[in-house]
């Protein structure tokens, strides 16, 4: 049995000191007070869990004592014991705010179980609230890593729609943080205590996902064999986050409009009509004008859902964030496989800002959480990253403005020079490694040493 700081509060004497003793054999620290205005002592001067209080007291009742106790102590669990199982002492008791009730007569292993229930239902309450705090400071908008300023513009129109209610549509390409920004709105929200549910609608068939949304009853359809909630009302008081949802059938996208307007739905195989609370937060990668007009997307439910659009530029349109997200997630990772790498080498830091990044955010992560994996000391250097950002390294190069205009054969023999110099380099000269790295065979990269002279000098030193 979990132990506990407890006050147990009764004007009479001989049920006082019998609780008192009983619980101190349970293994509690127990105090005791005759009455209300004792009992509010104690509870501002002591370190409390539970509090154990008789309804009716000389000097008040428990009721206006409780009502105390939930505006200056809201983490305090209280008690009552009510007088003689009287039913309308348990529903005030309840709806006063109190964790539970044991009524009279008292018995011992009654009044165990209410307190192992109160004590256990309030460190659970404590570890929600506490892992709902971690989730807000790491899901906050201060934390998007950005410098560039249209992603700066995302940021603060976010952080103005996340005290809304509005229904918002996020877009943006696969992998440029529309999920993130979704969540960090909701624990930024007057949401943020209820739950944050997400669904990506392009991972489920028309049926699972309607299931999936909506819930179904029992006998529904073959193997539903129970009654299931859907997200709507697992998301109830909270946020749902509708991703993809350009895949969604023209049916799914019918009962969308109809929650969207009135909260209203049933489940998969029932009649009952449910009514649900929570905010909509939808994304998508395409362009939903163009479904609209192509006919796969509702023009009524694109109004309703596109009150007010956030668009996530793609990362090769805000390269200015590459570095700081670099350093972000190597910081991460380095943490996360307990390795010491802490920077990231020019040559390579430069690939990556030359770097297209099709998968956008989501790519560079992984990009860079492979190269700290890969490292060997404390720097993340070129010779760890994919043979495709080693090629994209010479993307740029070119003459300069005031140069003569030659052969392209010949103007492209000294950057291949320079790249296959730096991949040489970075793998100590071993030729083979560098062939790997530069994405061609090793005769290839025989045949260029030779065609290009690159000495042996060059070939192991930056």
């Not at 165990?112 to 807000?136: F, G, K, P």
């Not at 909260?263 to 990668?285: M, P, S």
């Amino acid at each position: 049995m979990t132990t506990a700081r407890i006050l147990v509060i009764d004007d009479d004497e001989i049920v006082l000191r019998s609780l008192i003793e009983f619980l101190k054999m349970e293994g509690h620290e127990v105090h005791g007070a005759h009455g209300v205005s004792e009992a509010t002592e104690i509870i501002n001067s002591t370190p409390l869990d539970l509090v154990l209080a008789d309804v009716y007291m000389p000097d008040g009742n428990a009721f206006r004592l409780l009502e105390t106790i939930k505006a200056d102590h809201p983490r305090l669990g209280v008690v009552l014991i009510t007088g003689y199982g009287t039913i309308e002492d348990a529903i005030q008791a309840i709806k006063s705010g109190a964790s539970n009730y044991i009524t009279k007569p008292l018995i011992d292993d009654e009044i165990r179980v209410v307190i192992e229930q109160t004590l256990r239902h309030h460190a659970l309450e404590e570890e929600t609230e506490s892992l709902r705090a971690t989730a807000q400071e790491a899901f906050g908008l201060d934390n998007v890593v950005c410098k560039d300023p249209e992603m700066m513009k995302v940021v603060r129109m976010a952080r103005t729609m996340a005290k809304a209610q509005t229904t918002v549509l996020i877009t943006g390409e696969s992998g440029t943080g529309k999920t993130m920004l979704a969540r960090a709105m909701h624990y930024n929200s007057d949401r943020a205590a209820g739950p944050f549910v997400e669904v990506a609608c392009g991972a489920l068939t028309e049926s699972l996902l309607e299931s999936e949304l909506f819930g179904h009853e029992a006998g529904a359809f073959t193997g539903a064999t129970t009654v299931k909630k859907g997200k709507f009302e697992a998301a109830d008081g909270g946020t749902l986050f509708l991703d993809e949802i350009a895949t969604a059938s023209p049916t799914l996208q019918v009962k969308l409009l109809r929650v969207l307007q009135n909260g209203c739905f049933e489940r998969v195989g029932g009649t009952d009509t449910l009514h649900t609370n929570v905010r909509l937060i939808l994304a998508t990668n395409v362009d939903l004008a163009n479904e609209v007009a192509k006919g796969r997307f509702r023009e009524d439910l694109y109004y309703r859902v596109n009150v007010v659009p956030i668009h996530v530029p793609p990362l090769r349109d805000r390269r200015t964030d590459i570095a700081l997200l670099a350093d972000h997630f190597l910081r991460k990772h380095a943490a996360d496989m307990a390795k010491d790498v802490t920077t990231i080498d020019p040559a390579a830091m430069e690939a990556l800002e030359r770097y297209d990044w099709p998968g956008n955010a989501r790519e560079l992560e992984n990009t860079v959480e492979r190269g700290v994996v890969l490292a060997m000391g404390d720097t993340l250097d070129f010779s760890r990253l994919p043979t495709e950002l080693a090629r994209a390294s010479t993307r740029g190069i070119r003459p300069a403005e005031d140069q003569p205009i030659m052969p392209l054969k010949e103007a492209l023999k000294e950057p291949e020079r320079e790249i296959i110099r730096r991949a040489l380099a970075y793998t100590n000269g071993n030729r083979e490694e560098a062939a790997k790295l530069l994405g061609i065979n090793r005769s290839t990269l025989f045949y260029k040493l030779r065609k290009l002279r690159v000495t042996e000098k060059e070939k192991v030193t930056a």
